[in-house]
T-cell receptor
Framework: GENVEQHPSTLSVQEGDSAVIKCTYS??????FPWYKQELGKRPQLIID?????GEKKDQRIAVTLNKTAKHFSLHITETQPEDSAVYFC???????????FGTGTRLKVLA | DTGVSQNPRHKITKRGQNVTFRCDPI?????LYWYRQTLGQGPEFLTY????????KSRLLSDRFSAERPKGSFSTLEIQRTEQGDSAMYLC?????????????FGPGTRLTVL
């Protein structure tokens, strides 16, 4: 079946450093890629997304890049802050099937 | 609050009992999804609705699970004869489908514990 691999599973960075989380998807028909942040005990919150016709998108300290040929997409967080600590999930959406496939998550710890 | 809501937030039940969860999506959203999330994992797709029609069910969804969205608004997820392996967070999400983008907004989830 279709799947999304996400790495690393845990990531610790010093406050102010950058963090990068990578995902690889298997369904070449996937055309929309959101990223969610989930704090402990809370719902996943959409933080940024990208469509398949765009290679990069930036929103303040976060950016997402997409390489359709390699079926890779990545989340970049710059100038990390302690409040960025959470679990981050990538997902791949295919409009033909209306389904989202989620990655297994990355637990980010920003050390003050 | 105009976001997705779910009730109850927590449910503790004994093995073999039936449970029902409710999801109220964002009012104008036509798609509604159910997911299951276990500790340390991403949400796993269970089923989804386009308006009142249930369009797909995951193979994860055994015949003990049933979902409805009778009027295309709120949805219910019922689990019959619960098993300990059903313990998880059950998340609902809704979206307004638009072209290739189908941005989902999640509810707070219902945490099920089967004793």
């Amino acid at each position: 079946g279709e799947n999304v691999e996400q790495h690393p599973s845990t990531l610790s960075v010093q406050e102010g450093d950058s963090a990068v989380i990578k995902c690889t998807y298997s369904d070449s028909a996937s055309n929309y890629f959101p990223w969610y942040k989930q704090e402990l005990g809370k719902r996943p919150q959409l933080i940024i997304d990208i469509r398949s016709n765009v290679g990069e998108k930036k929103d303040q300290r976060i950016a997402v890049t997409l390489n359709k040929t390699a079926k890779h997409f990545s989340l970049h967080i710059t100038e990390t802050q302690p409040e960025d600590s959470a679990v981050y999930f990538c997902a791949a959406y295919t409009s033909g099937t209306y389904k989202y496939i989620f990655g297994t998550g990355t637990r980010l710890k920003v050390l003050a | 609050d105009t976001g997705v809501s779910q009730n109850p937030r927590h449910k503790i039940t004994k093995r073999g009992q039936n449970v029902t969860f409710r999801c109220d999506p964002i009012s104008e959203h036509n798609r509604l999804y159910w997911y299951r999330q276990t500790l340390g994992q991403g949400p796993e797709f269970l089923t989804y609705f386009q308006n009142e029609a249930q369009l797909e069910k995951s193979r994860l969804l055994s015949d003990r699970f049933s979902a409805e969205r009778p009027k295309g608004s709120f949805s219910t997820l019922e689990i019959q004869r619960t098993e300990q392996g059903d313990s998880a967070m059950y998340l609902c999400a809704s979206s307004l489908a638009s072209g290739s983008k189908d941005t989902q907004y999640f509810g707070p989830g219902t945490r099920l514990t089967v004793l």
